[in-house]
């Protein structure tokens, strides 16, 4: 979604249904598929136990996609600029394990006394529909400010968020019989689900339109900004997006784990096999005492969760000669900022994920080359890469409207090696002022 405080054109739009805005986004933090399956010469053992190595719990795998189902904007006068729609989105990231992969690849035999943390565990899925309404106020020539009402449905959503304890390989103490002590120290581990039996069995194109209109769990959230044109050229703006929560109230299942156990091995009862007896059985005995110490419960109690908020700074800097279709001179220095040929931007972008907030630097370059052509280039710098380029053009075919972008650019002639990738398309209907 844009900056609801952004400076608004025209006398009104209407997006294509299903085709306004599409954007889907995903990467990693650090790997890509060359990494996983690369063709030099490397055993596949090697690759996974440097992958292992080099990784940390704070690298990440995530995916966004967003689709608008109906998007449309109005004017009410010359100030005051309504828009309204329903959009689609999927957002999911998951956090490297780094403790629990280390001991699935190379065992426990070399980590004597290292606590293998619950914490590594990190991942949160939301499948969700918005409805939202916004109003975009124009204060006078420098400052334009607007807000934005969203009520959230949510349709899926899962996560393992803030799990504590750890898992310890240790020498056991001078008076066991035993040489190891496996201790499982404090565990709290939890997976809440929402939504997951609506789509068991039998699911029709009907389940799925009921659930994306108000058949979830709601809740409400409010997007914020404002933009301050300081001159014909500077311009500043900011933008807080997504502040507001889903209660997740029906068909809520939590999964929780918790407690402690020690385990020194599993005392053999030779005296009862010699004498003809059948031995006790060890591993019922063993699973009974691990149930009673770290129970696994299901709960069903609603609970709260914040959507990730997200925060947008920039300021622009326009020059050269004015651009075709502006007017040639704001000479009073009262009316509309005229746009200009050219314009260079900074732009700070960072949004709230479980572990921390993931910030990304960009710089923009836009040329506005004829009338109903403008062409955006950029160069972003984030956790999954400090060579992101990418291109935006955008077209006004008469009142239609046209976007397409597209980022990574360096790795397209080998999308193997490409750290993230992302592609946003949308056609829109623009009426002009009159």
Not at 123 to 128: G, Q, S
Not at 192 to 220: C, P
Not at 395 to 407: E, F, H, K, R
Request: charged share 20%.
């Amino acid at each position: 979604m844009l900056n609801p405080g952004g400076i608004s054109e025209g006398r009104a739009f209407v997006g294509v249904p299903l085709l306004s805005g599409i954007h889907i986004n995903g990467g990693s933090s650090g790997f890509s598929l060359f990494d996983l399956a690369a063709s030099d010469g490397q055993l596949p053992a090697e690759r996974i136990s440097g992958l292992i190595r080099d990784l940390s719990d704070k690298d990440f795998i995530t995916m966004t996609q967003q689709l608008e189902i109906i998007s449309v904007g109005w004017r009410k006068n010359e100030r005051t600029f309504y828009t309204a729609g329903i959009y689609q989105e999927f957002d999911f990231i998951t956090y490297f394990p780094k403790d629990w992969a280390t001991l699935a690849w190379y065992g426990n035999a070399d980590y004597l006394d290292y606590p293998f943390k619950f914490d590594h565990i990190s991942a949160r899925a939301d499948l969700l529909s918005v409805f939202h309404f916004g109003i975009n106020k124009k204060i006078d020539r420098k400052w334009t400010v607007g807000g934005r009402l969203k009520l959230y449905n949510s349709i899926l959503a899962g996560s393992s968020l803030n799990n504590r304890g750890s898992f310890t390989t240790r020498l056991s103490d001078g008076d066991s019989q035993n040489i190891y002590a496996q201790d499982l120290n404090n565990a709290n581990v939890s997976v809440q689900t929402s939504g997951l039996s609506r789509f068991e069995g039998s699911v029709t194109s009907s389940d799925i339109l009921g659930a994306g209109l108000f058949g979830g769990d709601l809740g409400l959230g409010i997007d914020v900004g404002a933009t301050y044109q300081y001159d014909d050229a500077w311009r500043f703006s900011a933008s807080i997006l997504d502040i507001g929560a889903v209660v997740h109230a029906a068909d809520v299942k939590t999964y929780q784990a918790s407690g402690g156990y020690l385990l020194e091995g599993i005392e053999l009862d030779f005296l009862a096999l010699s004498q003809g007896q059948n031995a006790p059985p060890y591993y019922a005995i063993f699973e009974n005492e691990i149930e009673a110490a770290v129970p696994i419960d299901t709960l069903y109690s609603a609970y709260t969760q914040w959507r990730p908020v997200k925060m947008n700074l920039a300021a622009s800097y326009g020059f050269g000669p004015t651009a075709q279709g502006s007017v040639a001179c704001n000479c009073s220095g009262i009316g509309d900022a005229y746009k200009l040929e050219s314009e260079v931007c900074l732009q700070f972008y960072a949004i709230k994920r479980p572990k921390a907030i993931q910030t990304a630097l960009s710089l923009f370059y836009v040329r506005r080359l004829l009338r109903n052509l403008t062409l955006k280039s950029t160069w972003t710098m984030d956790a999954l890469s400090w060579t992101n380029l990418g291109l935006v053009a955008v077209s006004d075919l008469g009142p239609i409207n046209v976007y397409l972008a597209a980022d990574h650019l360096l790795t397209y002639s080998n999308l193997a090696k490409a750290r993230g990738a992302s592609i946003q398309f949308g056609i829109n209907v623009k009426l002009e002022r009159r």
